[in-house]
């Protein structure tokens, strides 16, 4: 299940394909590394100057040592396990949010799911 919270009116400029990626991106990792969770949590934010996004899920968390090489290529967090994948998902995440001038952020607490925050400017 996956519950979206939050409205805005305000207006991004950027490339739209690029943004449906980093949702993707976003959403799949949330679900992916929650197996037996039956939660998503998906929070847009209006700022004067910005749209804020986030992505919280309460799946198997990301240790603090990861939490800044994960967005880096073909990086990801130890504690991943048998849960496949190359580590490029959140690399092209932090490339397109930095290509519309954002920023994404990352915090986590090992078995308790992580929560990545994403501000674009409007």
């Known amino acids: ?10 207006i ?4 739209y394909g690029r943004i449906e990626q980093v ?6 990792n949330a679900i992916k590394y929650s197996p037996g969770k039956d939660r998503v949590e998906v ?7 910005k749209i804020i996004l986030r992505v919280k899920d309460y799946g ?3 240790e603090s040592k990861d939490l800044e090489r994960i967005f880096n290529k073909f990086k990801r967090a130890d504690n991943t396990g048998k849960i496949k994948g190359m580590g490029l998902g959140l690399y092209i ?3 397109i949010v930095d290509f519309h001038q954002g920023s994404i952020k ?8 992580a929560v990545f925050t994403i501000e674009f400017p409007v």
């Open 1 to 10: 299940r996956i519950v979206l919270q939050g409205a805005t009116n305000k």
């Open 12 to 15: 991004m400029e950027g490339d």
């Open 23 to 28: 949702l993707t991106n976003l959403l799949h």
């Open 43 to 49: 929070e847009l934010e209006s700022k004067t100057d």
């Open 60 to 62: 198997v968390g990301i």
């Open 93 to 95: 995440v932090k490339e």
């Open 106 to 113: 990352v915090t986590s607490t090992p078995g308790n799911g």
